[in-house]
Nanobody
Framework: QVQLVESGGGLVQAGGSLRLSCVAS????????MGWFRQAPGKEREFVSA????????YYADSVKGRFTLSRDNAENTVYLQMNNLKPEDTNVYFC???????????????????WGQGTQVTVSS
């Protein structure tokens, strides 16, 4: 079992920045690929970014490419999502997720992940 706890959400003006953190506990962190998804009320969960267990490879949705940066610190069991130049359409609940045995070509799919955090709200005002 892996427990994930997100933090760092909040209210920010358009063009501003936030850094989300996700701390994992329970298993060997580096064994898990990690991802971030976001979800608005009544909509499906949307892929944002993913990083392989080693941290060597990262993947981004087109909508956030060039603005968001995903990194991980395996010694601290933490992944970080740096979000710059935020836009009102980035407003969502952001979820951290861990995938134990997913192929990297599936990391954009919510079904590839085994564990999920509780989510953190990000609100971007115009």
């Amino acid at each position: 079992q892996v427990q994930l706890v997100e933090s760092g959400g909040g209210l920010v003006q358009a063009g501003g920045s936030l850094r989300l953190s996700c701390v994992a506990s329970g298993r060997t962190f580096s064994n898990y690929h990690m991802g971030w998804f976001r979800q608005a009320p009544g909509k499906e969960r949307e892929f944002v970014s993913a990083i392989t267990g080693s941290g060597l490879n990262t993947y981004y949705a087109d909508s956030v490419k060039g603005r968001f940066t995903l990194s991980r610190d395996n010694a601290e069991n933490t992944v970080y999502l740096q979000m710059n130049n935020l836009k009102p359409e980035d407003t969502n609940v952001y979820f951290c997720a861990a995938a134990g045995a997913a192929y990297v070509h599936r990391l954009h799919l919510a079904s590839a992940y085994d564990y999920w955090g509780q989510g953190t709200q990000v609100t971007v005002s115009s």
